[in-house]
């Protein structure tokens, strides 16, 4: 139980463009995901809480209008990157918490790997 | 405002020796406590978890952990590490108020095991 899809796992994309990742909770429902950016060989940074049926919640430096996130369902979850840059190039994973429990576990995805040219 | 320490960034071991991985915390109340494993490439995976009770949790793949408050520790054990173990371990302290619960992740410790 409690696995986490993510699509696609690569992406490899020109600048300027925008790009789309899913995130979706298979075998449970999720009122919360989480969006995590991670550098080579750094820790994973919070960008965003995803709360369904409303805004997301964006840690302090993450431009929201850059990173759109939407929660329309209680299983899926996603994070478009518009206008991409070489910058935004970075491993995204997202997390998500069962609606079930009380309590704080966050079940992750296996990532997806940007690369902007 | 919570975080956490992972002291060590790289640790190497013989297969079949015991691992220890330390991590430390600051929360001001009881924390909710987290050990994850990445692979290469790979998202995270759950290895154990501490909410409350007995101090000492089990978790999957043989690992444990003991929670220390006297310490503010929770660090990850194993009596025999193996090879496929090799790979980057991440503690987390997540917020116990039945919210968003966010977590603050640690730097990680990369293992690796020699033969």
């Known amino acids: 139980g409690a696995v986490v899809s993510q699509h696609p796992s690569r992406v490899i994309c020109k600048s300027g463009t925008s790009v789309k990742i899913e995130c979706r909770s298979l075998?449970?429902?999720?009122?919360?995901m989480f969006w995590y950016r991670q550098f080579p060989k750094k820790s994973l940074m919070l960008m965003a809480t995803?709360?369904?049926?409303?805004?997301?919640?964006?840690e302090q430096g993450v431009e929201k209008d850059k990173f759109l996130i939407n929660h329309a369902s209680l299983t899926l979850s996603t994070l478009t990157v518009t206008s991409a840059h070489p910058e935004d190039s970075s491993f995204y994973i997202c997390?998500?918490?069962?609606?079930?429990?009380?309590?704080?576990?966050?079940?992750f995805g296996p990532g997806t790997r940007l690369t902007v040219l | 405002a919570q975080s956490v320490t992972q002291p060590d960034i790289h640790i190497t071991v013989s297969e079949g020796a015991s691992l220890e991985l330390r991590c430390n915390y600051s929360?001001?109340?009881?924390?909710?406590l987290f050990w994850y494993v990445q692979s290469p490439g790979q998202g995270l995976q759950l290895l154990l978890k501490?909410?409350?009770?007995?101090?000492l949790v089990q978790g999957i793949k043989g690992f444990e952990a003991e929670f220390k408050r006297s310490q503010s520790s929770f660090n990850l054990r194993k009596p025999s590490v193996h090879w496929s173990d090799a790979a980057e371990y991440f503690c987390?302290?997540?917020?116990?108020?039945?919210?968003?619960?966010?977590?603050?992740f640690g730097t990680g410790t990369r293992l690796q095991v020699t033969l």
């Open positions: 997390s998500a918490r069962d609606h079930g429990l009380a309590s704080a576990t966050q079940y």
């Open positions: 075998d449970f429902q999720a009122t919360t």
């Open positions: 995803s709360n369904e049926g409303s805004k997301a919640t964006y």
């Open positions: 929360y001001g109340a009881t924390p909710y």
């Open positions: 501490y909410f409350s009770g007995d101090t």
């Open positions: 987390a302290v997540g917020q116990n108020t039945g919210t968003a619960s966010k977590l603050t």
